[in-house]
Every structure is written in structure tokens, then in C-alpha cells.
């Protein structure tokens, strides 16, 4: 089973962010109203209602959307413009494009095609991508394209130009699904869309190899995960989510990476579905979350 648009049909999802104010829900509310559309949810925040940032995310329901989405997307620029509020407006019914990006670890990779078969997330995916071959049988067998490039030694430009080839106009965002290569900046410029990582949380007390090795030497309680955007900063992007798991002494430090693999299939996951129902905001560093 893949994700069924029909549920979602006609509905929309209006993301507004920009410097609080009065009147701006009334603004929103209003223009929704006279657009013949209901509102099935609305969620909003403020960090300062005198002079702070205003964040909402509201999903309604319009009789032909398509047809009126020009209208709706002019009367918002009408709007919200004498606001100062940036604005996005989305067919929820159109799944997201997604790439993934893997390399020989495929538990992240598989829990992302399983929900997708199982319609759990409102996305298509029109390839994976790695720079391995070990996941490619598993990948096929998924029903999806699958593309081998090779990366090797410091030099990782003619790989990148080959897989920005590939992604250009395809994706709407791409997701590293446990991708053991650094993306460059020159990468993330060109790429043109959101790209999502996951790693375990031990960073930065246990950066580098063997992480999982490290945090039983180092007699860990807690380990986890977290799904966070990519900046040209090595992880230290905007994080959409993080969950933890208590371990024990007694757990060796295989144990430990089977349990930390677990965290880290499930955090991506919901990182992955917020994206793609756009309920995550970016501000600076920061994400909001709906």
C-alpha cells in the first residue's frame, strides 16, 4: 500500500510566520472564511506576544482547490503583505518527492520504505541513491529505482555532481538515511531543497568511529538519536526530533548500537512525516513544530 491522496483531498496547508500583532488570526481566519473554505485545524504560537515572532499552521478544506488555489495564494499576498508575514501555501493532497541517500547500514533506510508501503507517509520516492551496493536488492525489491555512485577518497565533488544530476527538479527534499559521507556546502547550494540527517546523540562526547564503543567505555545510561536539517555546519542544523533509551552495564556494546538503531529508525521517521505534512517551521536554528 502507498499513500492514499484521497483523504486529503482538497485540503490545503497555510504556514504564516512573521512579527506578532494584533489582528493577524482574525486576518487569516477572515481570509479563509470568505474563500468558501472550513478550517479542520489551526495551531499557533508565540515566543513574545509584545514584539516577539508569531508561528501558525493552519490545514482547511476547500471544494475545488485547485481551481481556486491562484486566488486563495493572491488574496493571502493581499493579505498578509501590510503584516510583514511570510507565507506558503500547499496541497495536502500532492505528496512530497523524496530521495534517499544511504550507504551500507540500511536499518533507517528500510523503516522509511516499509511505512511508505505501508502509506504511512505522504510521499513518493522516486529513488535511492547510495554509495554501495549492498542495499540495492533490498531497495528493487521495494519497487524503487535504485542508483549506485561511488565515493571514494577526500574528493567527493565528481560524486556530488552526479547526484545533484539525479535530484535536479526530481525531489522536493532529500533525506540521508544513515549516508556516511559529508555533504558539502557547494552540495547543500545547489541542491535547492530541505535535506533531513539522523545520527545518534552522543555527539559531540563521542564524535568520530565507533561511537557506540565509546559510550560503553564510557558506562552510558541514556543513549538516542536526532533528525535534524543539514547546514553547512556538520550537525548543527535545526533539530525536528530526538528520543532517548535507558541502557545498563550490562549491555555490550553491540547491544547498545542495536538499541540505538531502534531510536534512531523511529525519530527519523516521525522527523520525516512532520516534513512531509509540513508541520515543521525553520526559524534561525530553531524549529517549531506543530
Known sequence: ????????????????????????????????????????????????????????????????????????????EKTLSPFGMEWRLTDQSIPKRMAILASTSDHCLLELLWRHRRGELPVTIP???????????????????????????????????????????????VVLARYMQIISEDFLDEVGVPVINIHHSFLPAFIGAAPYRKAKERGVKLIGATSHYVTKDLDEGPIIEQDVARVDHAMSAADLQARGA????????????????????RYGNQTIVF
Not at 28 to 41: D, E, P, Q, S, Y
Not at 134 to 140: M, P
Not at 142 to 171: C, M, T, W, Y
Open 1 to 76: 500500500m502507498t499513500f492514499h491522496s484521497d483523504k486529503l483531498r482538497d485540503h490545503a496547508c497555510l504556514i504564516v510566520h512573521g512579527p506578532d500583532q494584533p489582528g493577524l488570526v482574525a486576518a487569516v481566519t477572515a481570509l479563509i472564511t470568505r474563500n468558501k473554505a472550513n478550517i479542520v485545524t489551526l495551531d499557533q504560537y508565540s515566543d513574545n506576544p509584545e514584539g516577539g515572532e508569531f508561528f501558525q499552521r493552519v490545514v482547511f478544506h476547500r471544494p475545488e482547490l485547485s481551481a481556486a488555489f491562484p486566488e486563495i495564494e493572491a488574496d493571502l
Open 127 to 173: 529513488m535511492v541513491i547510495s554509495n554501495h551496493t549492498r542495499v540495492a536488492d533490498d531497495v528493487r525489491s521495494f519497487g524503487i529505482p535504485f542508483f549506485h555512485v561511488p565515493s571514494q577518497g577526500p574528493d567527493k565533488s565528481e560524486a556530488e555532481a552526479r547526484i545533484l544530476e539525479l535530484l535536479k527538479d526530481n525531489v522536493d527534499f
Open 262 to 281: 531502534y531510536v534512531e529508525r523511529a525519530v527519523l521517521s516521525r522527523a520525516v512525516q512532520w516534513h512531509a505534512q509540513d508541520r515543521v517551521i
